[in-house]
């Protein structure tokens, strides 16, 4: 762009024509509030209506139930088996992700050796295993957490086999002609550089071992918040299982946004990160 | 000259008559309440069947000033206007090559189907979309590449695919954004006579914004040099280069030499020192530029 | 080179169908409750799935699967277009998608039963909601990432609004669009299979659970291989679509890359 015309980003967007006009920051919040409140609304109406029901409690009732279990110490004990088993799960995961990929990476017999089977695995979603994982540990913490590494470790393997595959040979080269042997090298030039790939894997692993981890408690009935949303739900608690449900939301919001800060946090220094940053 | 015809509905103007009038056009950017302003005061005029090359040094503000004219930005002063209508949105009497080619031209479609989209809307019989769209195509020499996509052709191709998507679209203008400005010397060469040609062949308008001040005197029947920001014109030449023109000799001409000399001591005393408060006197022939 | 071509080539063959031997030859004869022999979870396999449950459970759970999907992705992509387009609609409802797209779909799952009981209807609302997210925010994707160029040649040239929407922005944004209605799939895929899994008798996932509940493994083993099956073929089905209809852009990226 010769003519170095500098806008701010939103005065670009506004002046093109047959574009919509942007919103100002204010009105993108009050606009915001109001669709909240109108997805409220409707929900209210829905319930006052009655055509539901039991099944649909009002918006109030779930409030006070959500303050309910808010007080209840079986809820904090549930919401922290569902934290820990998700992250004991990313833990173990990532641990044998990395290892894996950085393997099958950098040795091209691992690579083919494992790539029918990893290929084969790689869209079957764990939910696929539980019958399995129920069968053999029962409702258990275990149970769960295998099912969490199920979920994640395939992913974080392939993303971190696209960074090793991303390394830049001339370090590598350049490593080897200075007498820097294998286990070296993998440690202080492929690792490092492939960072970038392993942790835009982790902002995605993190949610999803959440997610993993509530279908191991609804239809394995492990320890956790899906657990207890199956409970209240079989025993008729609607207005229990709503709050459930809205706690379980609140998590994922704070699961997604805290895993991508992070992922901005530990690896803005790093010169390869934009090309990860999606 | 105009064998191939113009669009049809209005009455377009003949050769030598008035086309494209701006008058005291203005855009200026408030953002965070500070007022930015990227054009002056800026008054010239285009007639039909003339090359108008726009100079200026790189940073003017040519690209807005073509967003403005194409109806694309809305001016925040003055006015334009198009065969004596104002100009508020894309006038149809108008086509615009981009500077930027691979972005201008849809990856999805065929040269052929690139060409074809813009005259959907026209609603015209198949056999005048089939006539015109060989017709450009073999203006720009690319008639055996119809059925490639524009990312399997070279920069300077890419480039004739849009011209062409230009002249299938028969506007009374040509406006030209940089058009060449990222070809090699060669391909610029052949584009800048492809231009030329398109004058004579269609007595088309073309009006090009360029920062190289060879290629306009090459071009051009007459010079707008534009100065820096905010934009105002520092003075208006006619180049009075015998036609037709060819690389070799036209350049070769001393008075080739004199009009670049002139035309770039304009615009490298524009750039030296760029005036923060030309906003105030940026009244159209006050631009003090030095004869 | 070319030996070491050669080498993992037959590398990548082999060792699949080794392990696939080595299951079946160790799994011979196993007591083993979780582990029946692989001979056995063929045979039931074939008894359950070909034919006998294909036209009240195969069936029904796969049109549960391609119904629900279909709709989800035509809801998701109009939406998304809206979204896209329309600044006032963004604004008003992206915070509540975006808490909306927090809860783990399958937790959705629950909900539905409350309001719509343990019918068929239930299933399938349930993967459209929950596969809708991922194609309407690539969608949104999709068309603010359009190239400005673009939409400055189809304002310059008076595109229609339709041609605009249609050949401009559907087109280029269609990438985007796709690879989320890859993730939308493997999320119905999921979806199905829990809502199944939930109080339900019918379906795939149904037949699964219950053969674990009932301990018969060589049942659940089965199961759980044709649900591996469906995963793994519609994934592959996509690619091939997508292939097809990415061409332009595969072969422009491939190009982009060789150059």
Known sequence: MPDGVRLSPSARRASRSGEPRSLGRFAHLAYGVLGAVLVLGLWQAAAASGRFGSGLPSVLETLSALAGLLGTAAFWSELGATIGIAAIGLAVSSVIGVVFGVLAGRFPLVRSATLAVTEFLKPIPPIVVLPLAVMIWGPTQQMAIFLVIVGCALAIAIQTIAGVEDVDPVALSTARSYGIGTAESLWRIVLPSSLPFIGTAMRIAAPASLVVTVVAGLLGGSPGLGRSIYLAQSAGEVANMYALVVVLGVLGVAAQGISSAAERRLLHWHPSFRKTGS | MSTLGTRTGTTSPRPGELLLKVDGLAKSYTSKGKRTDIIGNLTFSVNAGEVVCLVGPSGVGKTTLLKCLAGLHPSTGGEMSIDGRRIYSPPPEMALVFQDYSRSLMPWLTVEKNLRLPLRHLRLPQSEVRTRILDALAAVGLSHAAKQYPWELSGGMQQRVAIARALAYRPEILIMDEPFASVDAQTRFDLEDLVLKIRDDYGMTVLLVTHDIDEAVYLSDRIVAIGLRPAVVLEELTVDLPLPRNQLDTRALPRFAELRNHTLSLIQHASAKPTPSAMEDAVPGAAGAPA | ?259
Do not use: C
Request: hydrophobic residues 55%.
């Open chain 3, 1 to 259: 080179m070319n030996t070491r071509k050669i080498i993992s080539v037959a590398v990548g063959v082999l060792v699949p169908i080794a392990l696939l031997a080595w299951w079946y030859l160790a799994s011979a004869g196993s007591l083993n409750p979780f582990f029946p022999p692989l001979r056995d979870i063929v045979v039931r396999f074939k008894e359950l799935w070909l034919f006998d449950h294909f036209a009240t459970d195969v069936l029904p759970s796969l049109g549960n699967l391609f119904v629900g999907f279909a709709i989800a992705v035509i809801l998701g992509v109009a939406l998304g277009f809206a979204m896209a387009t329309v600044p006032v609609l963004n604004a008003m409802l992206s915070p509540v998608v975006q808490f909306l797209r927090g809860i783990p779909p399958v937790a959705l799952i629950p909900i539905l039963i409350t309001l719509v009981g343990f019918g068929n209807e239930m299933r399938v609302a349930s993967i459209v909601i929950a596969a809708m997210f991922p194609t309407m925010l690539s969608t949104i994707d999709g068309i603010r990432s359009v190239e400005p160029g673009l939409k400055d040649v189809g304002a310059v040239y008076r595109f229609s609004r339709g041609d605009r929407l249609l050949r401009v922005y559907l087109p280029s944004s269609l990438p985007q669009i796709v690879s989320g209605m890859q993730v939308s799939l493997q999320v119905a895929f999921i979806v199905m299979i829990a809502s199944e899994m939930l109080g339900s008798s019918q379906g795939i996932g149904a037949m699964t659970l219950l053969a674990q509940q009932s301990f018969m493994s060589a049942d659940m083993w089965a199961g759980i291989l044709l649900l591996g099956l469906i995963g793994f073929l519609t994934n592959i089905l996509f690619d091939l679509v997508k292939n097809r209809v990415l061409s332009w852009y595969v072969s422009s990226k491939r190009l982009e890359r060789a150059a």
